[in-house]
C-alpha cells in the first residue's frame, strides 16, 4: 500500500488533514509525524505560506523518504497588512500558545472599528515527491474578527473569526462543516486530485 | 506673542518636538499638552499615520483654538508587511508599554534572518490652524531590527533600531544626532518652513 505522509505535528491540523485524507484517496496510507520517531523540527525560513508549506514536504520526503503532504497556514488581518500571517502561530512571541496568540490579535484590534476587521484564513498546501515532483496551492476564507472570542472547536483563532456569510465564529462549527467551507478544507479538496493524479493512479 | 500647541502627551516625543520647534521659529511660543488642564484623549482611529497627525492636530485645535502641530509615528517591519505601524505603542495591547511592545517584536522576527530585518521608523508630521488650514508630510528613516536592545536613550523601539549606515542603535544615539537623522527630525525639519510661512510672516 502507498504510504503518504502528513507533515505536521500540529494536533488540531493533522486531525483535520487526515480526516480530509485518509478516505478520500483510497489505497494510500495517511501517516502523521506521530508515526516518524525522532522526526526533527522543520524548518518555517520561507517568507509565504507557500514556501513555508514546500520547506515542510520537502523536509519530511527528506527525512522519510514517502510522498509528502504539508500545510503552511495562518490568518492574514486587512488592519495588520496580511499579518500575523506566516507568524500565527508565534504571533505573541510563544510559539502555538493559542490563548496568548489569540490575546494579542484581540488587543492590537481593540481600537479597529468593525468596517475594518476583514480578515482571511489562508492556507497554502503542498505536495512533493521523493522524485522531486512538487505541487503547491493556496486557498483563503474570508470572514471578520470579532470583539471576543466565541466557541471551543477548532484551534488557533478560531474562536475570533467569523466567516463571510455565517453568524457562527469557526470555532462554533462543528469539523465537517468547518471542513466544507475552510481555508484548509478548500486547499487539500483542491489537493487531492493531485494526490490522486500523482499516487493513485 | 503667536503660540502653537504641540499635542502629544509622550513625554519623550514632546522633548524632542520641542527641542526641534522651540528655538527654530522665532516669536513662536511652543506649548505641550501639559499646559492645558484636562485635555480629553486624542482619537487616534486613523488608517495611516498621516490620519492620525490630522486627527490629533485638529481635536487640538478644536479643544484649545491654538494653532497645533501634532505627529504619529512608529515602526513599519519589512517582515511584518510594514507592521507595527500606526499601531507601534500598542503593539503589545498594552498602549505605551516600551518593553512589553519591543519584546514582542524581537519575539515575533526571532526566526527572520538578518537579510530580512529591514525597517523603517515613519513619522508624519502636521500643523492645522483654527481657520482650516491644514498641512501633513510624511517622513522615513531606514534601518534593521536587532536581535538585542541596546542603549538607554530615546523611547520606543529605539533600542531595537540600527540605522542605516551607522553602528549604533537609535537608542545610543544622543539627542542632537538622533534629531539631524531621525524620522521625526526629518519631518519636522520639513514642516519649520511652513510653520513659518503660515504662522510666522
Given at each position: 500500500m502507498t504510504q503518504l505522509l502528513l507533515a505536521t505535528r500540529n494536533a488540531g491540523k493533522l486531525a483535520e488533514l487526515q480526516r480530509l485524507l485518509a478516505t478520500a484517496v483510497p489505497g494510500v496510507e495517511v501517516l502523521g509525524l506521530r508515526d516518524v520517531p525522532e522526526y526533527p523540527e522543520a524548518p518555517e525560513t520561507g517568507a509565504t505560506f507557500e514556501e513555508n508549506a514546500l520547506l515542510k514536504a520537502r523536509e519530511a520526503v527528506r527525512y522519510t523518504g514517502l510522498p509528502s503532504v504539508a500545510d503552511d497556514s495562518g490568518i492574514a488581518v486587512d488592519a495588520l497588512n496580511g499579518m500575523p500571517g506566516i507568524l500565527s502561530a508565534r504571533w505573541s512571541g510563544r510559539h502555538g500558545d493559542d490563548p496568548a496568540n489569540t490575546a494579542l490579535l484581540l488587543g492590537q484590534l481593540a481600537d479597529v472599528p468593525d468596517d475594518r476587521r476583514g480578515a482571511g484564513f489562508v492556507c497554502a498546501a503542498a505536495l512533493v515527491l521523493p522524485d522531486g515532483t512538487e505541487r503547491v496551492l493556496r486557498r483563503e476564507w474570508r470572514g471578520v474578527v470579532v470583539h471576543e472570542p466565541r466557541g471551543t472547536n477548532g484551534f488557533g483563532y478560531d474562536p475570533v473569526f467569523l466567516p463571510d456569510?455565517?453568524?457562527?465564529t469557526s470555532a462554533e462549527l462543528d469539523a465537517a462543516e468547518k471542513d466544507a467551507v475552510s481555508h484548509r478544507g478548500q486547499a487539500f479538496a483542491a489537493l487531492l486530485p493531485v494526490v490522486q493524479e500523482l499516487l493513485g493512479g
Open positions: 456569510g455565517l453568524d457562527r
